[in-house]
């Protein structure tokens, strides 16, 4: 039996693919429509047209990964890449004609359905895992059970010790939720990556955390304006009709996120309000139903200034793998946000992400035979951790706090050492939510504070510049035995 840990479109692909070529699968989730997958709205990065090929696509993705790029994981993706929409297609699934166009891309490239790209698709494999009789299960796995390097067993909140797992792969996600201000639903904490770890697999490039440039709430309702949106026209402004975007990089408003996000925050911090204005968009409603249904719900319509503001999004880090998802551990895989194949280096280019989550579980049952490879550490630190574990914890709402404030979008070594100091008082290995909440913001900061130099989504305004020591170089962190 092969054990699917999340039901996004990482977990769902490979439930179908597994089961399409005859493995017996489950999938266990925490909340069925609870993922980031669901409330994606881009799409997918594919190199299809004829002006457009994957190495145009690797060239931009390697670029906006600002010198962290894995190159041979770039290469393999966008190859990878018209495979895998054909998968889906061949499936069932149907995509918009038009392509669109995101930021740091140099060609239309993104394939979707309207805007919600990523509700759509999961709500069709969620039908497609029941018509092939996959079982989803609503449960929470609480720790992983390894001996002599393999995977033995896991525990789960309902059913308990459950042994007879072949081989478990973990979809769960990353950990974008832990900061005040987020695109994420709450079920994105890093419980995958905490349990992982505390099981002796290695993670890397934790420091790295994107923030979206344009989040929106209104009324209480939070939501992330795609940034499709400002590839069909919108524009940036701020509270006196400034549209700033141009001078803080040439694209605008199609800069790399990084840059885009900090451009934000910067007018905010400055005491401005940032709006996004729609009406240069051609064909709104159409294009963009999903918007237009939020604009109408708030009595807004396209003429109307939208503030925005930065939040977490995406996390790069997270348990490393090879492309074909497989762990330091055997018979432990990682696909998806939760897993670091080195794809998107220190910054993610737009609509990759959904890219990797697909390649990697349509193709996994190719590899789960093979020999066990795991992933390789020969391009980085490998740093060997006795984690600090206190008996006391914080709510989740205060980990936010602490988290957007001292590990968010510009960071100080001071507050990076001040937040790993007010996490070592606290419980990091029972497993609770709060426990690998407050895990994982203490691995970030960590890592955060290791890397003395700005990169990508890593901004140290103590260390505002790349160094070139730290090219092509990332920060594996592993679990010493015995910790305390």
């Known amino acids: 039996m092969i054990y699917v840990i999340g039901d996004g479109i990482a977990g769902l692909t490979a439930a179908i693919s597994l089961k399409l070529h005859g493995y017996d699968t489950v999938v266990i989730t925490k909340d069925v429509y609870g993922g980031s997958s669901y409330v994606s709205k881009g799409g997918i990065a594919a190199a299809l047209s004829s002006d457009d090929s994957p190495e145009l696509h690797a060239e931009d993705t390697v670029r906006v990964g600002d010198g962290l790029c894995d190159v041979n994981a770039v290469n393999y993706f966008v190859k990878e890449a018209s495979y895998a929409i054909d998968t889906l297609v061949k499936w069932g699934f149907r995509f918009d004609e038009d392509l669109r166009l995101e930021g740091g891309h140099s060609r239309r490239r993104i394939h979707h359905k309207t805007d919600e790209t990523g509700r759509e698709l999961t709500s069709f494999l969620l039908k497609k895992a029941g018509d092939l009789g996959i079982s989803i299960v609503k449960d929470r796995v609480l720790s992983l059970i390894v001996r002599d390097g393999k995977l033995r067993s896991f525990i789960t909140e309902s059913r308990g010790l459950v042994g007879d797992a072949d081989a478990l792969v973990l979809a769960t996600g990353g950990y974008a939720y832990l900061w005040q201000y987020s695109s994420n639903p709450p079920t994105n904490m890093g419980d995958g990556i905490a349990m992982a770890f505390r099981a002796g697999a290695l993670v890397s490039d934790l420091e790295f955390v994107q923030f979206h440039p344009t989040v929106t709430m209104i009324n209480g309702e939070t939501m992330l304006l795609s940034e499709t949106l400002r590839g069909e026209g919108a524009i940036l402004i701020d509270n006196n009709g400034v549209r700033f975007t141009f001078n803080y990089h040439k694209d605008g408003e199609l800069a790399p996120r990084d840059v885009l996000a900090r451009a934000v925050y910067t007018e905010i911090m400055k005491g401005r309000k940032v709006y996004m204005v729609f009406s240069n968009i051609k064909d709104f409603e159409r294009k963009f139903p999903g918007v237009n249904k939020f604009l109408r719900r708030h009595g807004l319509s396209i003429n109307s200034k939208i503030p925005v503001f930065p939040g977490a999004h995406f996390t790069i880090g997270g348990i490393r793998t090879n492309v074909k998802g497989e762990t330091n551990i055997v018979d432990l895989y990682a696909i998806g946000e939760v897993s670091d194949t080195g794809f998107h280096g220190a910054n993610r280019l737009a609509s990759n992400s959904l890219l990797e989550a697909l ?95 700005s990169r990508g989504v890593h901004y140290r305004n103590d260390y505002p510049n790349r160094d070139s020591r730290w090219e092509n170089k990332r920060i594996y962190l592993s679990l010493a035995p015995h910790s305390s």
Do not use: C
């Open 359 to 453: 390649v990697m579980g349509i193709n996994l049952p190719n590899y789960v035979n093979e020999p066990w490879e795991g992933p390789s550490t020969s391009d980085g630190k490998l740093i060997n951790l006795k984690v600090p574990n206190g008996s006391s914890s914080l709510s989740i709402d205060e980990i936010r706090r602490i988290n957007w404030e001292l590990i968010g979008i510009v960071r100080h070594g001071e507050g990076l050492q001040r937040a790993m100091r007010m996490y070592a008082y606290h419980d990091m290995y029972s497993g609770t939510e709060e426990s690998n909440a407050i895990l994982l913001s203490y691995l970030t900061a960590l890592s955060a504070l290791i890397r003395e130099e």
